[in-house]
């Protein structure tokens, strides 16, 4: 499986960012996606994630209210809509996915991880 994100950018405090997330390499349906982010020193955490179908996602606390994570099965794409942006969402956001129809919150069950796009939050 090949993950590739992109729309990664610079946003003010208060602003919106969509990030999406291309799969290929294996049927997407049958993929489990989650977003992930690292901040410079910072150690890898939990943003959201989504099931095969769509129908369950789970975010971290940080972000619940605030971002939203949704698929597209038929363009093999999983988004992230991030809305009242703050510093400290800065951070590269890595998608990842795992062949298991679970709700992973660790980066453990995840068995492909794409490259990551930068999103930077500052005025």
């Known amino acids: 499986v090949q993950l590739v994100e992109s729309g990664g950018g610079l946003v003010q405090p208060g602003g919106s960012l969509k990030v999406s997330c291309a799969a290929s390499g294996r049927t997407f349906s049958r993929l489990a996606m989650g977003w992930f982010r690292q901040a410079p020193g910072k150690e890898r955490e939990f943003v959201a994630t989504i099931s095969w179908s769509g129908a369950t996602t789970y975010y971290a606390d940080s972000v619940k209210g605030r971002f939203t994570i949704s698929r597209d099965n038929a363009k093999n794409t999983v988004y992230l809509q991030m809305n009242s942006l703050k510093p400290e969402d800065t951070a590269v956001y890595y998608c990842?996915?795992?062949?298991?129809?679970?709700?992973?919150?660790?980066?453990?069950?995840?068995?492909?991880w794409g490259q990551g796009t930068q999103v930077t939050v500052s005025s």
């Open positions: 990842a996915a795992t062949l298991l129809d679970t709700i992973a919150t660790t980066g453990a069950p995840y068995e492909y």
